[in-house]
Structure formats: C-alpha cells, structure tokens
C-alpha cells in the first residue's frame, strides 16, 4: 500500500472547516455512505469510493480501523474500465463487413457507423473488466492537513469530489499560494505584500 | 482567497524561485539549521536529477533536464545565466545524524515524488499495522515541516525590505561568478 510502501508519490492538503458534531461519527458515515460498491456495476466505465487501507477489496469499515492514533486512514480506490482503441477498430470492422452483406450495399452511413461504435463500445464496457487503482489517504484532521498519496491528476479531482460529498469539507491543494495561505504566520500586510511579489529576474 | 486554479497559475513562478534558491543554499553551504530556526541539524543535497525552464518570451519554453548520480552541474548554471529556473530538483535531506529522506519535488504544485524515508520496521501483523501507520507518519510529517519551513524562510526574505540589497544580490552573484 502506499502508505507503507518504500517510496512514495504523494500531494498535500489543507482541510477547511471542521464537523459540527462527533468527529468520529461524521468520518464514519461518510466513509461508508461513499464507500466502493462491494460488487462491480458492469455497466459503469468509472466507479469510485473509500476502502480500508488495510482491506481495499472489501470495503467494510465496521471490521476494519480508520483510525491510527490522531489520525485517519483510508484508500480511494477508483474502478475503471478501458476498451483498448484497437479493440474497438477490430470489432467496428467485423460489424460494418457484417452490415454491407447484410444490406446487399457496399458502404455505410456516418449515422449507421456511429451507431455500430456505441452498440459495441456498449457490449464491450459490459464484457470487459474494471481494472482498481488505489490510493491511500492520511488525514490529520485536528490540524487539518491531509497526504493523498499520489499525484495523478484524474486521482487527485476524484478525490477532491468524493472527499467534499463525503465531509462536506473543501479540500484545499497544498501548492506555494496555498501554503502562503493556510500555513505561514503572516499578517494580512505581508500576505498583500506576497500577492504583489512578481517573477524576479537575476 | 483568490479563485485556486488562478492562483496556481500565477504564484507557479514562487515554487520556482524556492527551488532555485535552494540550490543556491547548497552550493553555498548555508547554514539550514539556522534559517530554520531549527535546534535539529538540517542538511540538504542535491540528489540525481534537476530540471530547470526558460521562458523564451514567444510562448515556447527551454527545458534543461541533467540525471545521474554524479552528473555535472555546468549546464544548469549555464541555464540560470540564460534566465532559466529550477522547476522541478531531486534532494536528499539529512535531519539530526541519522535520518535520510530521498525525494523530487516540482516548483508549481509542490508535488512530491519518488519519497524514500528512513526505514520503518515492517510486519505483516494486525496488531502492528497501526505502529507502521504512525512511524512513517511520523517520518512523512517531518519532513514536510521541514520543506514548509523552509519555502516560508523563503518568502519572509522575499517580502522583506532588504531581499534586493542582500540576499538578491547574494544570489545573483553566484549566477553570473
């Protein structure tokens, strides 16, 4: 896992706003109320939700702990399912060969093309497998500041979407404005005086 | 707050200068501790790759990437005095006598890769699953502390009302020495 793991990819959060009631209970139920559907749902291209970092293929957090000492701990864990093109090209092929025979014509509409490409992208999403990426979380939420252990793109919007449903609480990317922000000292003047700063030229 | 992805976008060039400026800081052998205000000793390195960019004014961008362990660093001054900054740079981080962090760290987003910590004590036990959690966060919020410390250093000097007389200056003469 990649908290665990030798090396690690990670980006940074500053989480804004704190739960009104138990903390505890509010992480609970939002973990489980967007936790990963236990069974794959064959017809979604993207399925994605929380899981224990112990326990990624079996999101239940009733048996697993998301607490470690002052902190929370949980994986994203993001289902998606990919039609290689030429999986597509080849089967695209066979079906318009099949159309013209079918038909006694020697070519096929855009319109006829298009709707060959959704009927098999459409078989094909349903036969193919989803393949999981797992991504954990370390939330320290008294101070909070959150790791996501990567820094993909795609992971990191999933996440902030997912984080906010679930928390109801902004995940703010940690990135040198932002830390200017959240994380220095500074009074208001310093930080006008920081948003005024422009490139330097050595 | 101003709006996150223009914000990223305009203070890109602020991760950048940190960056530049750490290297700056190794090459002469700065005092990090004392920056830091740190009572532990703080060292840094620079590790096996850096990667620095030139704006060339018609939107179009030099790169400059040098990798390897021993790999000279000519090519990147020559880059600094052509006006290009370090955007992305591979750092080893040694905090207190022992402790050795491995890691590549971008300019613009402050994006972490590549992060090798102390080792921890592995174990495939339940019981001490929870210990592993909690030394390698340990580990992990050390030295994001000290990355943060550091880049705050950074700016208090930016804004300061003696960054063009001083340490601009400092830094302009090791580029163009």
């Known amino acids: 896992m990649g908290l665990i793991s030798s090396t690690h990819s990670m980006s940074r959060y500053h989480i804004e706003g704190k739960f009104e009631t138990a903390v505890m209970d509010e992480v609970r139920n939002g973990l489980i109320k967007n936790s990963i559907p236990k069974l794959e749902n064959v017809y979604e291209e993207i399925s994605a939700g929380w899981t224990p970092c112990e326990s990624p293929y079996n999101p239940d957090f009733e048996k697993f702990s998301f607490i470690f000492g002052n902190y929370f701990s949980f994986s994203l864990r993001i289902d998606k399912k990919s039609i290689p093109a030429k999986l597509i090209q080849k089967h695209m092929a066979l079906e318009i060969e099949k159309k013209k025979e079918e038909s006694g014509r020697d070519f096929i509409s855009k319109n006829e093309k298009t709707e060959i490409k959704e009927k098999i992208t459409d078989i094909l999403m349903y036969k193919i497998p989803s393949i999981p990426s797992i991504y954990d979380v370390l939330w320290n939420y008294e101070e909070g500041s959150l790791f996501l252990f990567t820094t993909q793109k795609a992971a990191n919007e999933f996440f902030e979407t997912i984080f906010l449903k679930s928390f109801d609480l902004k995940p703010i990317r940690l990135f040198p404005y932002t830390i200017v922000e959240t994380k220095s000292k500074l009074s208001a003047d310093q930080k006008e005086n920081v948003l005024s700063l422009s490139p330097l030229k050595y | ?154 700016v208090e000097k930016r804004i300061s009302n003696d960054w063009k007389t001083k340490e601009f200056q400092e830094i302009r003469n090791w580029i163009h020495s």
Request: with cysteine.
């Open chain 2, 1 to 154: 707050m101003l709006d996150i992805a223009t914000a990223y976008n305009k203070y890109t060039f602020l991760g950048n200068e940190f960056l530049t400026w750490i290297w700056f800081l190794i090459e002469k052998q700065k005092n990090l501790s004392t920056i830091m205000e740190y009572k532990e000793s703080i060292t840094l390195e620079i590790g096996n790759s850096i990667v620095l960019e030139n704006n060339l004014g018609d939107k179009s961008k030099e790169k400059i990437t040098i990798k390897g362990d021993q790999a000279g660093l000519e090519e990147g001054t020559t880059a600094l005095k052509k006006g290009a900054w370090v955007t992305e740079i591979n750092l080893k981080c040694k905090i207190g006598e022992e402790e050795e962090y491995k890691f590549t760290i971008k300019g613009e987003s402050f994006n972490i890769t590549g992060l090798k910590t102390p080792a921890i004590q592995t174990s495939k036990s339940e019981d001490e699953f929870e210990g592993m959690i909690l030394e390698k966060t340990y580990l992990l919020q050390k030295i994001t502390e000290v990355i943060d410390t550091l880049f705050l250093k950074y």
